[in-house]
């Protein structure tokens, strides 16, 4: 019985999409389709190497092409897994969940171009070139075989059909040629054999085909005759058991994007073989742009596995820490077991040193990166900085020594981002302390008025801009020994000449200050005057180890316990401002109470913070314009 079925709403955009492509790298339909194939024998040759019932044998697994001129048709056949009709169904009929096309955009689908160049889009590119699509599958294990067929959009159909051997021949129906584009090529041994040496080289299967060649006729002084015969067209060296030097940084680009490790292009690739007491060739890339799901739970780390060249997981996560898990790639190793199962994994001896071996290498690439190439090493960090800076913080900060050295924050005098390393080397003798300031941007931070003495003694600050850095500092402590410092904290640390003066006139406002702090109970701790402000006439300093943006953080936390810094309120007792708060404390404390509370809404407005009643600030304001 034929049953004709539907395709499902997004493959059928695709399909179409494919039908009508004016893509001119077409040739392409071939890569995804060996790649399929290989794919196929990758899940029988796995299970043939783990299942003592199956017999095995190397030779049976190989890919074959056959082209015939005649039916201007061109099979592919493997021996593979094969197909059971519900995976035909859900395989075919359906976008893979892995395909690259949820990603993309609308009118990145519409130009179509992107997608199939960079990605390739899997089974449906044998539209490019075919009209019809015909798939004959055994699935291992199963009696009966099936045909699928499709002419395109409209549908396609599921029939019982016979085969002898597990495995799948997709038999393509080419296009008639065209006067802009020709078809028939795809049937010409010569560009076949290109295609598949240009993408599919590496495949470890042998793809063979006929080919044709001459030789001189038996009997004959210089006849030729045409003789057939079966060729392995691919080298089947997987590219990581290549030699570097044999290799291009396009190939290992090439690589990437045939594995769809990412859709941007890699900032750098890491070919690494050791051999020695671990053995282990690896290929790992460090990308150049954020996944759009990086930093959500979604997010799934991982290297791909392999053992001897067998693929025996996809997703290791074992073998990179949290803080590298932008890392991309995969490890061959030939030491591992094939029936490793996830939780024998996690206890590997082996697999642990390999992970460590790794981290340390690309560790090395980083720093390398950073030392040679500072705009890769930027361009690296806007997108994975973070993810450093959460390294250094969490697990107690077991890790902050691999990473403090990759860190980069902006400063203040360059105007650009530095490494702690830079700043603590351009310290003046006398300066103690590594100071930081932290805000929503760097903007704004440059105007914050605790910045003011610090920067005036002409030191360095590091803006930090992300909830994290903070935190992260917290948890370094120090670098090189000296201690970082927030510009907003209490105590400085620099020897002032006129602190004697200051501790005076403290003490001849002791009586303002209090009032103040009585008008401000609950609010801020305490009133004093300034000596880190110049030209402001007010700020918020912070005692103890909560800062104000620390406490903005920790406040939007779910389930927050509404931390409260230490908030100082500080005067700058050479602002006129302050001139006429003494003379109003004399004669008018209603005045002073107005003014304190405007002073006080100003600084949470300059820290960043919200003013908690908004309607009495503006009154407030209205009070002093009348
Ligand atoms: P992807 O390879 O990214 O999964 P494809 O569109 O290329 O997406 O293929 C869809 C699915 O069809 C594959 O995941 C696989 O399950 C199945 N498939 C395609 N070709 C073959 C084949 N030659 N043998 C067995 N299964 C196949
Ligand atoms: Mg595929």
Redesign the pocket.
Known sequence: MVQTKEFKAESKRLLEMMINSIYSQREVFLR??I???S??ID?IYYKALTDDELQFNKDDYFIKLSANKETKTLT?S?T????TKE?LE???GT??????LAFKTETELKDGHDIIGQF??????AFMVADVVT?V?KALGSDTAYKWESHGADGYTIEETNKDTV??D?TLKLKENTEEDTYDEFLEEYRLQAIIKKYSDFIRYPIKMDKTSQRPKEGTENELEEYTEEQTINSMVPIWRKNKNELTEDDYQQFYTDK?YGFDKPLKSLHISVDGSIRYNAILYIPEKTPFDYYSKEYEKGLELYSNGVLIMEKCSDLLPDYFSFVKGLVDSEDLSLNISREILQHDRQLKRIEKNITKKIKGQLQSLLKDEREKYEAFYQSFGRQLKYGVYSDFGANKEMLQDLLLFHSSKEKKLISLNEYVSSMPEEQKYIYYAAGESIERLEKLPQTELVADKGYDILFFTDDIDEFAIKMLMNYMEKEFKSVSSSDLGIEQEESKEDAASNEENKELFAYMETILAGKVKKVKLSNRLKSYPVCLSTEGEITIEMEKTLNAMPNNEHIKAEKVLELNKNHSVFQSLTAAFDNDKEKVALYTNLLYNQALLIEGLSIEDPVAFTNDLCKIMI
Do not use: C, H, P, Q
Not at 80 to 83: K, L, N, S, V
């Open positions: 995804e389709l790649s399929n194939a794919d196929a899940k592919i493997d593979g897994i094969g197909m995976e859900n395989n075919l976008i893979a969940k892995s395909g690259s390739g889009v899997g089974f449906y590119a798939v599958t495995g799948t997709i769809r």
